[in-house]
């Protein structure tokens, strides 16, 4: 990658826009970067790393700080760079983020960053992220490769040569990315410290777990826990567990006796509760059969004496049933009077239909009659739309024909147009003709003046003259030049005359002007000057030009020919058209009237144009006329294409209103025959309710209806009665029922009580001696059920009492054992993860402090380290091949351990002397040695980052070192190292401002400091 064009504007201490054309410094060799200090040498390389990559070379620039202090608030803040890579050429712009004055009213706006990339196929990349991803997939670096391959910053590589172990891995890390191994130590130590603090942890859950156990005899286990053996305390804790389950099984056998005895207790109170209660209800359903038995017997005798009226029932029946009977046939005569009267209803309104139907047909009848008498007015109205249509269809082809006609003589116009066109090309063509002919016949005579000049100068005295054959030669002609003047052309003819006996041979040419230019007048065509080709006065005139003229002069005459022929056929078509016309004009008006026919035979007899003219003028006047008869005759289609769809409408309104008369006519017959059905049905209803009202035993139905009323209100009346003293009976008999089996069954249920307590005794013992037995009641001191209940209460409550003392004991042994079993559990398991954490920390604490370097005994290089001792090789061994040259072959670097072995090793740099087969610390070498060393190892590290890149060459490098330490020779030496650089196509930059080097470097990039502010540079070779 080598730039060659460079434009920084308000960019660092550059104020203006700038651009160096570094195109000029070449493609290889070396250039000096000189200023002023602080005039921005640098900037130029931080310009061309931003163009790239959006960031200065160095990592305290950051972007919004490019933009220079020293410029105008409208000014741009931008890099364009023009490159080379690969043989191929892109362009790059890119501006930073800054704040300039707005365009348009007052205050500042904010740009952001952007970047352009113009490819060489012409394609465009834009966007800053985008960009910079394209130019490292091209380039194949990134910023910071770039910047360490491409730029030997100032004083950045002292700390390679003089620093120790710590200083060069730091630097190594981030160059060669090594970051990943320190990473992997700091791992596995942090690993070994996770491990170890799980193994504490485990230690430490131990003694939580063991101050959770709960023992009966404290200080037993405490003296097992302060002795910190956990074998003792888990046996112990065993032991303790075996104790406390033996107890809780003997506590588990007495509440049992305890629950036993509870529920046998709680049995016999249920019993003796049921046995009071059945006392209880035995003596109250005594006392309901007192209360019913009275009552049942009262109704029973009410229900024997309405159970006796059952005669009388039966004759109310029969009597309902023959009134109803004589209720339906007043039903059948209101059916009959409702028909009659519907009847009569059907034939009042077909009488009046009939009527309406009537009255509707003479109406229609009247509106036929008008249809029809309209429909007659419009009879003919058919043919004549027929007629006015056939004459418009003609009227339509004549005012074709008029229009074909105009169309006609419109192509003719625009073919005369043709015809003067190529009239006015071919004049033009032919004056072209004639000059070129001219410039011919000038330098065609010209150059047989010449030829003359030539045979004149070889005749001798005496000697016969190879054109005439003379021996004397009064006067030879002289030799001829183009543009000698018009009196050097006349003399020429007259030689040529007198040397060949040819009287006016030279003739024939135009005449001549001082400047030689000709005119020349064409017919037609006005006038134009030719301008002749200029030669100098007194220059021989070649066959090839004479050739070359004549060459143009046919292809003049050619072109000319050419458009004579295209005007004349244009013109033998345009007469042919016109003749087709004249006979088109008299075919068409052989039927126009006579004075239209002499019209256009006299505009005929003036002539061609005036003839066109009037058959315009006709045709004008002719397509108007039309125009007028095409709208009149479309006006009277339109009106009778109305009156036609008008004559449709009342056909379909005629056929409609006589079929709506003959509707009429046939709704007025049925209306009367429907009338006289409806009149003779009535008058057999009439008849029919006549002979019913005969044998009806009532003079009107309600009279009926009331008789039947009272009849089911009587009937209904005595039912009542008989169901209200069933109903009464049976109440009191179920009472009384109920009332005996009741007592009945608690009588027995007291009865079975008192013989299962005369069957009992002394059933049971207390357990231990803790409860009292139980005691039945002898046969002589028999207890009441409800004094069994109050004696079993007090006993239940005593066994109660136990039984929550010994539940209690069981609960405090079970929550003991249920801890201490949880507390050995949790021990046993820590205790595993214990051991296992202890052994997997003792290899990886080993591991830990291998890759540390913290080995007792062993040198002190970190796993880091080891991997960058391998890169330290490779640099040295690369900066020794220019270290070398630039001492003189003195001194080499090599790599060693740290003299006195404090901190890391493994990086340290000692130099041989081979002048004196020494070896001391690098440190030790002199001002200019070190300089010598430390661009020898800051090369060597550019040259392994880039191997490291994957070959990438770059075109271009930057050295900002201080050349000022070197002596005379040793800056010789240096110079002669970087030049070793330069081989090949790399272009070598060096940023300086020794004087010594401007002398020695001849392209330079002087950067000066303005005294208004910022600075400017320019190229000087």
């Known amino acids: 990658m080598r730039p060659t064009k460079l434009t920084i504007s308000a960019f660092g201490p550059y104020a203006g826009e700038m651009t160096l054309e570094l195109e000029r410094l070449g493609d290889r060799g070396i250039y000096l970067i000189t200023g002023d200090t602080g005039a921005g040498k640098t900037t130029i390389f931080d310009a061309i790393t931003f163009a790239l990559y959006g960031n200065a070379s160095g990592e305290n620039r950051k972007p919004r700080m490019l933009r220079s202090k020293y ?60 960009v910079t991803a394209r130019v490292e997939e091209l380039v194949g670096l990134n910023r910071e490769q770039f910047s360490q391959i491409a730029m030997l910053a100032q004083g950045s590589f002292s700390r390679l040569l003089s620093g120790r172990t710590e200083d060069r891995g730091a630097i190594f890390r981030e160059i060669f990315r090594t970051r990943p191994y320190q990473k992997f130590q700091e791992r596995l130590k942090d690993k070994a410290k996770g491990l170890y603090g799980a193994y504490a942890d485990s230690v430490k859950s131990i003694g939580q777990y063991a101050g959770g156990v709960m023992a009966e005899d404290g200080e037993r286990w405490r003296a097992a826990v302060e002795s910190k053996d956990l074998e003792a305390m888990l046996d112990l804790l065993e032991e303790m567990i075996r104790e406390d389950e033996s107890g809780a099984a003997g506590l588990e056998q007495d509440l049992k006796a305890v629950r036993e005895r509870s529920g046998l207790l709680g049995q016999r109170l249920g019993e003796a509760r049921s046995a009071a209660k059945a006392q209880e209800d035995a003596q109250r359903a005594e006392q309901e059969l007192r209360e019913n038995r009275p009552l049942f017997e009262e109704a029973k005798a009410v229900f024997e004496r309405e159970k006796g009226r059952a005669g009388e029932r039966e004759q109310l029946i029969g009597e309902i049933s023959r009134a109803q009977e004589n209720l339906k046939a007043y039903d059948e005569h209101d059916r009959l009077a409702a028909d009659s009267r519907a009847c009569q209803a059907e034939a009042k309104g077909m009488e009046t239909v009939e009527a309406a139907a009537g009255n509707e047909a003479e109406t229609l009848g009247l509106k036929l009659q008008e249809l029809q008498e309209e429909l007659d007015r419009l009879q ?52 072209a003709r004639r000059a070129r002919e001219g410039e011919y016949q000038e330098l065609y005579q010209v150059f047989l003046d010449s030829q003359a000049g030539i045979l004149a100068a070889g005749l001798k005295p005496g000697q016969p003259c190879p054109v005439c054959g003379s021996l004397e030669h009064p006067a030879p002609a ?91 056929g244009v013109k033998g078509s345009l007469d042919q058209r016109f003749e087709r016309m004249k006979e088109q004009v008299e075919a068409e008006i052989g039927g126009w009237k006579e004075s239209w026919q002499e019209r256009i035979r006299g505009a005929q007899a003036k002539g061609r144009e005036a003839f066109l003219e009037e058959w315009k003028l006709v045709l004008e006047q002719l397509d108007g006329v039309l125009c007028r008869q095409a709208e009149s005759g479309e006006q009277t289609i339109r009106g009778l294409e109305e009156q036609a769809k008008r004559r449709g409408q009342l056909e379909a309104q005629k056929k409609k209103a006589a079929q709506a008369l003959e509707n009429c006519r046939e709704r007025r017959q049925e209306a009367g025959k429907a009338r006289l059905r409806a009149e003779t049905r009535r008058t057999e209803l009439e008849r029919q309710i006549a002979e019913l009202k005969k044998r009806l035993p009532h003079g009107d139905r309600a009279a009926a209806e009331a008789e039947l009323t009272e009849h089911r209100r009587r009937l209904l009346a005595m039912e009542q009665a008989l169901n209200a003293a069933e109903k009464r009976l049976n109440e009191y008999s179920g009472r ?73 004991g069981r609960n405090r042994l079970h929550h003991r054992l249920e801890t201490n079993r949880l507390a050995r559990d949790n021990m046993v398991r820590q205790q595993a993860a214990m051991e296992a954490a202890r052994q997997q920390w003792t290899w990886v604490k080993a591991m830990a402090d291998t890759a540390a370097g913290e080995v007792n005994g062993k040198d002190k290089i970190t796993f880091e380290t080891y991997v960058q001792m391998a890169y330290f090789e490779r640099i040295i061994a690369r900066a020794n091949a220019r270290f070398m040259v630039m001492s003189g072959g003195q001194y080499e670097l090599k790599r060693c351990m740290e003299e006195d072995g404090r ?63 070197l002596d005379g020779e040793s800056l010789n030496l240096a110079v002669k190292a970087l030049a070793g650089l330069a081989e090949g196509n790399r272009l070598v930059g060096i940023i300086s401002h020794v004087p010594e080097l401007k002398e020695r470097i001849e392209k330079q990039i002087v950067v000066t400091k303005e005294k208004s502010g910022g600075s400017r540079a320019e190229i000087d070779i």
């Open 71 to 130: 410029a105008l608030a409208e000014a741009r803040t931008f890099v364009e760079m023009e490159f080379v890579y690969n043989g191929k050429t892109y362009r790059l712009r890119r501006n930073p983020e800054y704040l300039r004055a707005k365009q348009r009213g007052e205050g500042e706006t904010k740009e952001r960053p952007d970047a352009l990339l113009e490819l060489p196929d012409g394609n465009v990349i834009t966007g800053d992220r985008t």
């Open 380 to 431: 003919t109205v058919g043919e004549e739309l027929v007629a006015a249509r056939s004459a418009a269809e003609r009227l339509g082809q004549n005012r074709q024909r008029i229009a074909a006609h105009a169309r006609e003589l419109s192509e003719y116009r625009a073919e005369e147009r043709k015809l003067a066109a190529a009239q006015r090309e071919y004049q033009a063509a032919d004056h």
């Open 478 to 568: 002289g030799r001829a030049a183009a543009g000698g003047g018009a009196e050097g052309r006349t003399g020429a003819r007259g030689a040529g005359a007198a040397v060949h006996g040819t009287p006016g041979a030279g003739a024939a040419v135009h005449e001549a002007r001082g400047d030689g230019a000709a005119v020349h007048e064409a017919p037609g065509a006005g006038t134009a000057i030719h301008e002749a080709p200029s030669r100098p006065s007194h220059t021989p005139v070649t066959k090839e030009q004479v050739d070359a003229a004549s060459r143009r002069a046919k292809e003049a005459s050619d072109a000319a020919a050419k458009l004579s022929l295209r005007a004349g």
């Open 736 to 808: 009384v029922s109920a009332a005996e089996a009741r007592a009945q069954a608690l009588n027995r249920q007291l009865e079975a009580f008192y013989r299962q307590q005369e069957e009992r005794c002394v059933i049971c013992a207390a357990p231990q001696g803790s409860l009292s037995p139980i005691q039945d009641s002898s046969p002589e001191t028999q207890l009441s059920p409800s004094d069994w209940v109050r004696q079993l209460e007090a006993e239940l409550a005593g066994a109660g009492e136990i039984l929550e003392r010994l539940e209690a």
């Open 903 to 965: 901190g890391k090793n493994g990086l340290g740099l000692s130099v041989i002397d081979h002048y004196n087969g020494s070896e001391r610390s690098a440190r030790t070498l002199s001002g200019g040695e070190s300089f010598q060393a430390s661009l020898s190892l800051a090369l060597g590290l550019s040259d392994e980052i880039q191997s490291q890149a994957g070959g990438i060459r770059l075109d271009t490098m930057f050295v900002d070192e201080g050349f000022g330490s």
